[in-house]
């Protein structure tokens, strides 16, 4: 709310249309009503219906088809375990570590980019070198663009593997590390929510206000050498994020 009390107009005609959505009164893939209906049924003017519904595009919760209209989202979001993911129980097992957030959901690899060149100074000191392989992917599930995501890995490390190709093969990465003699034994991920750069935005073809989830993800061994820096770019709202630990 604007003034942390008293919602504005348009905040309350979004309250309105989340809780039709929340309720299944709009279920998933309903037409959402558009500027003119909404201006009419709430007496307000053509721009607060346009910033109501603004507000829940920036949400994640409706999507806009140009030239036909507004609809809920129907994709169900994806719940993205990274203590089960990146366990050696997974790509150990020739597992790829995507399949644990899954499970028989369709995945596609939209592109994969494989190329050799200098990595940004940040990179080359976590891996001790500016010479790296960069893997360039992009994903999408149920037809949906849901992340971007670069690795970088030390070339002389790489160098003549299957890391070098678009399909590293079984266990994917991590597997053909472990062959090569670099086991990744610790991983760190920091995550970090914004809005997306224009270029990620248009890569992601995300909706006008959505954010994205930037998780940065260091491989090292059980010496500490890091073997990989992994930037990726998660569409927000298409993601649950969790951490699972014991004690």
């Known amino acids: 709310m604007s003034d942390g009390s008293k919602p504005t107009r348009r905040e309350k005609i979004a309250n309105d249309l989340r809780s039709q959505i929340r309720e299944g009164k709009l279920p998933p893939g309903a037409a959402v009503p558009g500027e003119n209906a909404i201006a009419k049924e709430y007496g307000v003017s053509q721009p607060t219906a346009r910033a109501a519904l603004a507000i829940l595009r920036g949400e994640g919760l409706i999507r806009v088809e140009r030239g036909k209209g507004a609809y809920v989202r129907d994709f169900k979001p994806i719940l993205r375990d990274a203590t089960t993911r990146l366990s050696v129980e997974q790509w150990g097992s020739g597992h790829a570590i995507w399949s644990a957030d899954l499970q028989l959901r369709p995945l596609s690899i939209v592109s994969v980019d494989v190329t050799a060149g200098a990595a940004s100074p940040d990179v ?114 298409a993601y649950v994020l969790q951490w699972s630990f014991t004690s």
């Open 124 to 237: 080359a000191a976590l891996l001790g070198t500016a010479r790296v392989v960069v893997r360039d992917r992009v994903y999408a599930v149920d037809g949906r663009i849901v992340q971007a995501a670069v690795s970088y890995l030390p070339a002389d490390l790489v160098k003549g593997s299957p890391i070098e190709r678009p399909d590293t093969g079984p266990g994917g990465t991590y597997a053909r590390l472990r062959e090569l003699g670099f086991e990744p034994a610790k991983f760190v991920e920091q995550v970090r929510i914004r809005m997306p750069q224009p270029e990620e935005r248009k890569r992601l073809k995300l909706d006008v206000g959505q954010p994205i989830a930037a998780i940065r993800r260091t491989a090292a061994t059980e010496t500490g050498r890091v073997v990989e820096v992994n930037d990726m770019v998660l569409v927000g709202e």
